[in-house]
């Protein structure tokens, strides 16, 4: 994490686990639209558009589409881009730091809080510590991200990853 | 401005300004509590507590003083700390990158909205070419803002600054 970060038990969620993919790797899946997009979204959701410009101010857009063809776009900013190490990202704000509005637009299936993610990864053996932590700004916005199935959901995703990764 | 940034006339208010000062002296002033504190409120408004951890994710910490004394405190994340060129902050995060939430405590007073300000400086002459630009979510936080007086303030607080900075 950022050396300015402040741990808050009640604001935010976060799970580590040991991969064996190199970091390098999980890197270039985080941070490359088209090896992003196959396993960012827990199947049978799917991913089907990415952009990101990787770089502090840096657009990290994706498109997720559930099961039944609805789409939920998501729009944040890179904070960070640690090359192989700390990937940051904000839905507080819009590329270029312009600070962003909640969409209400998808009712209640939609995420009603901010969030700041960090992914940050370290050298483990031929593997990868991955740790991703999502901090909020209230207990009510963690409280729904838990809800909706943080640990779980990421989890699937980063199973994915790793599956993915060795076709890479 | 960071090369992300993307200009909208109705959701942006800026202000460019020449002064006989130099940049360092200007960078100085706006990133040093001590040399801070003098001059960033327009008089007969006081600065009365300043924070600054000068780096990204850093806390950008002030509280001003009405001349009636009531407080009004705002915290910010710095995002950009490039020494004598760019100062970048949002009030849309708090330190380590939290997302805030805005403060609705002291009512019609206190701005409803989030911001980003840039204060950009580039030599000229002996003096500096200095552009304040703040970046807005919607156009109703954009006319707040300048509804609140954002130039005439961000420039009575200029005229201090280049006052106080040559006492500095």
């Given at each position: 994490m950022n050396p300015t970060y402040q741990?808050?038990?009640?604001?935010?969620?976060?799970?580590?686990?040991?991969?064996?993919?190199?970091?390098?790797?999980?890197?270039?899946?985080?941070?490359?639209?088209?090896?992003?997009?196959?396993?960012?979204?827990?199947?049978?959701?799917?991913?089907?558009?990415?952009?990101?410009?990787?770089?502090?101010?840096?657009?990290?857009?994706?498109?997720?589409?559930?099961?039944?063809?609805?789409?939920?776009?998501?729009?944040?900013?890179?904070?960070e881009?640690i090359?192989?190490?700390r990937?940051?990202?904000?839905?507080?704000?819009?590329?270029?730091?312009?600070?962003?509005?909640?969409?209400?637009?998808?009712?209640?299936?939609?995420?009603?809080?901010?969030?700041?993610?960090?992914?940050?990864?370290?050298?483990?053996?031929?593997?990868?510590?991955?740790?991703?932590?999502?901090?909020?700004?209230?207990?009510?916005?963690?409280?729904?991200?838990?809800?909706?199935?943080?640990?779980?959901?990421?989890?699937?995703?980063?199973?994915?990853?790793?599956?993915?990764?060795?076709?890479?």
């Open positions: 741990p808050n038990s009640k604001l935010d969620l976060s799970f580590e686990r040991v991969v064996d993919v190199p970091r390098e790797l999980i890197w270039k899946a985080w941070t490359t639209p088209e090896h992003l997009m196959p396993w960012f979204c827990p199947l049978p959701w799917k991913t089907v558009e990415c952009e990101i410009d990787l770089r502090p101010g840096g657009i990290f857009r994706t498109v997720m589409q559930s099961p039944e063809g609805k789409l939920f776009p998501g729009t944040g900013c890179i904070l881009a090359k192989n190490e990937f940051t990202w904000t839905s507080a704000l819009l590329p270029g730091y312009r600070p962003n509005v909640l969409d209400t637009t998808c009712g209640d299936e939609q995420a009603q809080f901010f969030f700041t993610a960090t992914i940050a990864l370290a050298s483990h053996g031929n593997g990868t510590r991955y740790t991703a932590t999502v901090i909020h700004a209230d207990e009510a916005g963690c409280q729904q991200h838990a809800a909706m199935g943080f640990e779980q959901g990421w989890g699937a995703a980063l199973d994915q990853l790793v599956v993915y990764s060795k076709t890479m």
